[in-house]
């Protein structure tokens, strides 16, 4: 909104009465004219991390005592790095006015926030980024699927049974190679998880029977030292009134595995995913 001295527009960005600057001006009770400064909040990523929301320089401008917007960086690692900790150092802040925090911190990243006010001059503050990391060793994921059709659509009548594939060793299965020696296998096995899943589908059904995952080591021989996860048993379920019918062709159900990075590895290549049912 302009300002007027009579009917001439005051063009320069400040007010003066004689050689003092106008700091606030009033009409009444209703402020007209409010000093406003800037704050410069800058990132400095030293954490080996990359940065996937958020930017490093972050310029805001607005009154002495207003909250700022929450100000942030998520830091993202690597599926070869595991973040252990994150922390970060300050310097700028002389009027206390804001508030560093870290938050969301596992194995896969975390956030640095920044909240507060503005300060009373223009004030640059840095925070400095610091992380602890482990570089995982890579292994691979062999999958094998062992599919079983079925018509896709199909319908079945109240008290007849639906029975999917058998998921026994050998049919479906995924394998985890590539370990240094036998000890570090046996050690990752309490780290690998594994489970079945099938697609949708409507109707009114009771589930009987499902897959159980096993996880164990094996050694085919030599140094081939792997890790299998594969299941016993299949999916089973029996129909109640009115029926029911499989859901559209095309879909299918997969053994899914997963490797924690709490082990020290981390699959570097492969699938880790196996179809064992597919309806056609």
């Known amino acids: 909104m302009p300002i007027y001295k009579g009917s001439v527009e005051v063009t320069s960005g400040n ?14 009770s209703d402020s007209f004219y409010v000093n406003q400064t800037t704050l410069t909040i800058q990132f400095v990523n030293n954490t080996g991390l990359s940065i996937s929301e958020g930017q490093l320089v972050n310029t805001l401008t607005g ?24 922390s970060f150092s300050e310097s700028g802040d002389t009027g206390g006015n ?3 925090l870290t938050s969301s911190v596992n194995f896969n990243g975390g956030t640095m926030n920044v ?5 009373t001059t223009t004030t640059t ?3 400095t980024l610091t992380a602890n990391i482990t570089n995982l060793t890579a292994i691979t994921a ?16 109240a008290g007849t049974y639906i029975n999917g594939a058998s998921t026994s060793s050998g049919n479906t299965e995924i394998k985890f190679q590539g370990w240094p020696s036998v000890a570090a296998a046996q050690a990752a096995v309490a780290y690998v998880s594994g489970s079945f899943g099938i697609q949708p589908f409507t109707g009114n059904y009771t589930l009987q029977t499902s897959p159980t995952v096993n996880i164990n080591y094996a050694n085919p021989g030599g140094a081939q030292y792997e890790i299998r996860v594969n299941g ?10 009115g029926g029911n019918v499989f859901g559209a062709a095309g879909q299918s159900a997969s053994l899914t595995t997963s490797l924690s990075k709490a082990s020290g590895y981390y699959v570097s290549s492969g699938s880790t995913s196996a179809t064992y049912m597919n309806y056609v």
């Open 15 to 28: 007010l003066y009465k004689g050689s003092t600057e106008i700091q606030d001006g009033y009409k009444a």
């Open 63 to 86: 009154v002495p005592g207003q909250a700022i917007n929450n100000t942030r960086v998520v830091l993202s690692a690597l599926n070869s790095q595991r973040l252990n900790s994150l």
């Open 125 to 127: 503050v840095v925070y």
């Open 98 to 100: 804001l508030n560093g």
């Open 232 to 241: 016993t048993g299949s999916y089973d379920w029996i129909v109640g009134a």
């Open 142 to 157: 062999v999958a094998t699927s062992g599919l079983q059709n079925l018509t896709g659509g199909a319908s079945f009548s």
């Open 115 to 119: 909240s507060g006010t503005f300060p």
